[in-house]
Each structure stands twice: as C-alpha cells, then as structure tokens.
C-alpha cells in the first residue's frame, strides 16, 4: 500500500548482527504492528506500538525490541540476530480499535530477512 | 484469550470447482472475523470481514463466508474457482474489548488451482 513502506525488502545478515528494520507510514495512524510469517504458523504478533513511546508486547517478543519515536516510524531490532528469526516480517498500522472491526489492518510488503 | 483455526493447510480444486476454506474461532465475547488473502511475494489483502449484522458477508473476487455462532465458525466459499485464485488465505480474529486493538492470525490455507 502506498500508505505504509518497509526497508529493506531483503535483508541478508550474519549471525550475531544486530539488524533494524522500518516501517514508515503516511497515513497517520496511532497503532502500528510487526508480525513475523513462517510456514505453518502462520503471521505471529512480536510487538506493537498504541502511540508514540508506547508499545507492547507479542506473542514472540523474545530476541527483538521495538521502538517509536515518531508517529510515522515503527523500528523492528533483532538485538543479535539467530538463524531462527530468518522470516518474513510484515507491519501493519490501524487507526483505533473501532476502525480495526471495520476495516482490518493496512499491511506493508514484508521484509524478507535471512540470518545466516 | 481469542484464536482461529484454520483446517487444512493446502486445499487443492479445479479450476470452476467451489471453493471451501475453513475457519473456526474461539472467543469468549463476541468476535469479528476476518479473511485476508496473500499472493506469492505480496502483502496481505483484506478479503471480507464480519463485525455485525447480517451473518452471510460477501468480498471481493466473488468470495463470501457465513458467520455461524452455534458452529464457531467463518468458512470461506466462492462457487467457482479460477486460476487467478491461487494464493494464501488467512483467517483473523478480533474482539472489541479486553486486547481488541490487535489481529489473531490463523496459521494460513494455501490454496492450488488446478486446470
């Protein structure tokens, strides 16, 4: 969507690296989301984020921190990257919670991430 | 806390065959129910949702799912496959209260189309 971008769109790293990915948004909306997809288990919530400085945790949060510091940009960091986080990493942003019934989530492109 | 199941991880059908994808919720307050759909190499899309009101909920590309309370359940159907249908079909839950501000995603469908 044209609303929402992530960088990179690939991503290469080495074991033991620390990695940072971004989602950016134009749309001006207070949540935002990471969720990571791996076959089989489909798309699992790391953390999320109801407004600037504020954010909470997933049901993977171990191994990545998160951190918002503007309405518009949400960082994903892997503290030492580990072969298990290879993934797709997909944002997704929401207005409120009465819009998430009604329209859903607008999701980014995905980072495809592999940890070598 | 809310969760989906989706039964069958890849459901293959020729192509004019109905399509029938599984989804089924637990929830103990009301739930609202979605269906996204992820094309090889893209984001997701939001297919169809149900929040209140009428129980059977049409989508785009001709799709449509029943929300049944006495059955849990939010199948997706569309009567007639085509190929550009071929993709990942995911079901979503939601309650508006007590953590209602984030998706639970089921772990996805993949549906072939064959000719």
């Known amino acids: 969507d044209a609303g929402i971008t992530q960088s990179p769109r690939h991503k290469v790293t080495e074991t033991g690296t620390p990695v940072t990915l971004r989602c950016h948004q134009t749309?001006?909306?207070?949540?935002m989301y990471w969720y990571r997809q791996d076959p089989g288990h489909g798309l699992r919530l790391i953390h999320y984020?109801?407004?600037?400085?504020?954010?909470d945790k997933g049901e993977v949060s171990d191994g990545y921190s998160v951190s918002r510091s503007k309405t518009e940009d949400f960082l994903l960091t892997l503290e030492s990257a580990t072969s298990s986080q290879t993934s797709v990493y997909f944002c997704a942003i929401s207005e409120s919670p009465g819009r998430l019934i009604l329209y859903g989530y607008t999701f980014g492109s995905g980072t495809r991430l592999t940890v070598v | 806390a809310q969760s989906v199941t989706q039964l069958g991880s890849h459901v293959s059908v020729s192509e004019g065959a109905l399509v029938l994808l599984r989804c089924n919720y637990s929830?103990?307050?009301?739930?609202?129910l979605f269906w996204y759909v992820q094309y090889p190499n893209q984001g997701l899309q939001l297919l169809l949702k149900?929040?209140?009101?009428?129980?059977l909920v049409k989508g785009i590309n001709g799709f449509e799912a029943e929300f049944k309370k006495s059955e849990t359940s939010f199948h997706l159907t569309k009567p007639s496959a085509h190929m550009s249908d071929a993709a990942e079909y995911f079901c979503?839950?939601?309650?508006?209260?007590?953590?209602?501000?984030?998706?639970?995603f089921g772990t996805g469908t993949q549906l072939k189309v064959e000719l």
């Open positions: 984020s109801y407004g600037v400085k504020d954010t």
């Open positions: 979503a839950v939601t309650v508006f209260t007590g953590g209602g501000n984030k998706l639970t």
């Open positions: 149900y929040t209140t009101g009428a129980t």
């Open positions: 749309e001006n909306h207070r949540y």
């Open positions: 929830s103990s307050v009301p739930p609202y």
